[in-house]
T-cell receptor, first 116, second 113 residues
């Protein structure tokens, strides 16, 4: 049963610390997405990659967030320095292309980040 | 930009049918999706429909698409307590630009025994 895995599942950190979240996409999927979910904003797309190349990171605060895919089995999302307003659940999704800008996306279980 | 809207809450009795509605603004949407999110979990892709279809059925789930009115619905037959979750409608297509998917705010379905 192929699944997207994310680590850690929970992270509590102090303001100013670096946070790294990891995602292993489903083998064979060539697109990876990072989302953030909060009660106030709902689901927000932060960035996405196709064939490991970043296609769009316009949803990400560039001064503190960075997303990379060092290889096809690993995607990372880093926050440095973290702030309390970054507290949210961060989801990774991997997917297959259905058509132009359309994807069949499968979500991981999420990383719940709390910044105090 | 694209907007996807859903009602916030629906309550049904176990065994009844549930109908969750969604409207979208982008007439060029090519695919429309339904996701389910249970507490503490990620989003689970339930089904999706291509814009040239009117209906898609998958076991207890029926998706209806009215492209003229830009209205999408998800019908769950014989609703069970395990169906209690938040259901998200999403669209993708040309005018969503490079944002891949636009999600609605989710409809919380509560199934009463």
């Amino acid at each position: 049963d192929a699944r997207v895995t994310q680590t850690p599942r929970h992270k509590v950190t102090e303001m100013g610390q670096e946070v790294t979240m990891r995602c292993q996409p489903i083998l064979g999927h060539n697109t990876v997405f990072w989302y953030r979910q909060t009660m106030m904003q709902g689901l927000e797309l932060l960035a996405y990659f196709r064939n490991r190349a970043p296609l769009d990171d316009s949803g990400m605060p560039k001064d503190r967030f960075s997303a990379e895919m060092p290889d096809a089995t690993l995607a990372t999302l880093k926050i440095q320095p973290s702030e309390p307003r970054d507290s949210a659940v961060y989801f990774c999704a991997s997917g297959l292309i259905l058509g132009r800008e359309s994807y069949e996306q499968y979500f991981g279980p999420g990383t719940r980040l709390t910044v105090t | 930009g694209e907007d996807v809207e859903q009602s916030l809450f629906l309550s049904v009795r176990e065994g009844d049918s549930s109908v969750i509605n969604c409207t979208y603004t982008d007439s060029s949407s090519t695919y429309l999706y339904w996701y389910k999110q249970e507490p503490g979990a990620g989003l689970q892709l339930l089904t999706y429909i291509f814009s040239n279809m009117d209906m898609k059925q998958d076991q207890r789930l029926t998706v209806l698409l009215n492209k003229k009115d830009k209205h999408l619905s998800l019908r769950i037959a014989d609703t069970q307590t395990g169906d209690s979750a938040i259901y998200f409608c999403a669209s993708s297509g040309r005018d969503t630009g490079r944002r891949a998917l636009t999600f609605g705010s989710g409809t919380r379905l509560q199934v009463q025994p």
